[in-house]
């Protein structure tokens, strides 16, 4: 670093640092190795299938630790464990302990009898106001049925920034609203040079957020955990591409655990080809979902069940011989039939009427589509949760440990870092 003003330096030398300082690239990276370092130290294992989730485990107890920069999550199943923790990180640290989560970088947790509720709803208010558009009038679904956005139709638009900032508010915001995935997507696609027409498809997003701006998921208690999975495709349904969209979502017991909406990265000739597409990016979802389960004591998932609404993808993925309709696809797409040679995957086919991740590929006829959304996990928070932050939780000195504790540390003397 430069020599700071006032102090001599004729021979224009530079300093050296000894310690990390907040500030510099490096910093960020020095602090999670510090961080990783006193971790190991209480016996905790970094995850191979998540790096920022560290496991420690006894015959009796598993605690587990998710770092998001100096916020930390802990929960397990042995408070004294936690506490320790807690005690440790603050004498090295002097972290804050912000006690029971209620509210995680811009998640609002809720607690139900049975279950927990994830919602956005302070973010939310946020990002609506923060659009300027007038949003008094509410749609009653994410965009019109059978939207199609061109590249080149209309004028540009005037504010391209706006547009951009806003449209990413809203990836964020799918975090716990995987009912916006398509509408998000879809206008993803046009943030390099948007037009009139994409703005209008925003505005309309907008008035049904506004419209919704309580809603979230449910992560419900269960005795028994099972993973599904279902996968879709809308073939050549771009416009300016033809290319297909890909969805699909994972639930874990009834609750929405992994989804995603995205366009295919080539053009399939069949609609069987866009369905496999989309299956070998659920069957990798679904392999990675399972070995990070299975790392922290969450076992006998296998076979997990993909589901799909096409017969002849299901055929294709079955089937190890290949032929003249599949031997051009790509040789990552043929995953799904090793998983299921594997016995990691079952493939199963189901109507289309019930297909669940149909919402991610597609907008729908609000009918549906409410139909498809009561399936997911998709809710609006109960009347006992409205109201943003300011959720009502149980006394800390009755809180058992399976709820998650949120700590932040804070830089002190004894934080500094060696380079």
Known sequence: M???????????????LRKSLYGLKQASRQWFAKLHTELLKQGFAQSKNDYSLFIKKTEHHITLAAVYVDDILLTGNHLPTIDALKAH?????????LGVMNYFLGIEVGYLSDGVVLTQ??????????SGFDLHKFAAAPLPINTKLLSDDGDLYANPELYRCLVGKLNFLTHTRPDLCFAVQLLSQFMH?????HVHALHHVLRYVAGSEGQGIILKATDSL???AFSDSDWASCPNTRRSITGYILLLGNSPVSWKSKKQGTVSKSSSEAEYRAMAAAASEVTWLVRLLEEIGVNSLKPVTLHCDNQSAIYIAKNPVFHERTKHIEIDCHFTRD???EGLIQLTYLPTQSQLADIFTKALPSPQFYQLLSKLGVSSAPPSLRGGVGYTTTPADTIPAKQAHHCRATLSHTGSYPM
């Open 2 to 16: 430069k020599v700071p003003e006032g102090i001599s330096n004729p021979e224009n030398k530079v300093c050296k």
């Open 89 to 97: 990180l603050h004498a090295v640290f002097s972290i804050k302990d």
């Open 121 to 130: 709803k302070k973010f939310t208010k946020s990002l609506l106001v923060d």
């Open 193 to 197: 040079s948007p037009r009139v027409s």
């Open 226 to 228: 099972t993973l599904q």
């Open 339 to 341: 998983k299921v040679l």
